[in-house]
Nanobody, 118 residues
Framework: QVQLQESGPGLVKSSQTLSLTCTVS??????????WSWIRQSPGKGQKWLGT???????RIDTPFQSRLTISKDTSKNQFTLHLASVTPEATAVYYC??????????RGQGTQVTVSA
């Protein structure tokens, strides 16, 4: 069974870079034919797709984040990572990693709460 686990700091200061890691078990990123995504859910709002690292190489990032967001993967550790620069309190949310493109995922982690302080 595929499992995903997010990890990272629970508290980040404004203007800093948020880095989150997703550790995957039950599937190999180096052999995977799947895309892997990051999604977040802000308080009182629905889930929002942030970006996807593609099985074919490269990534797709939602337009508002294209200048600040990168997603990479480390196949030796079976992990993929999100880096979101210059965060503001609006980035406070539960962040999820998932297998699939955008919100068309088949597996999703439990999520990790991130709070951005002013």
């Amino acid at each position: 069974q595929v499992q995903l686990q997010e990890s990272g700091p629970g508290l980040v200061k404004s203007s800093q870079t948020l880095s989150l890691t997703c550790t995957v078990s039950g599937a190999s990123l180096s052999r995977s034919d799947y895309d892997w995504s990051w999604i977040r859910q802000s308080p009182g709002k629905g889930q929002k797709w942030l970006g996807t690292i593609l099985h074919s190489g490269g990534s797709r990032i939602d337009t508002p984040f294209q200048s600040r967001l990168t997603i990479s993967k480390d196949t030796s550790k079976n992990q993929f990572t999100l880096h979101l620069a210059s965060v503001t309190p609006e980035a406070t949310a539960v962040y999820y990693c998932a297998r699939g493109f955008g919100q068309q995922y088949t597996y999703r982690g439990q999520g990790t709460q991130v709070t951005v302080s002013a």
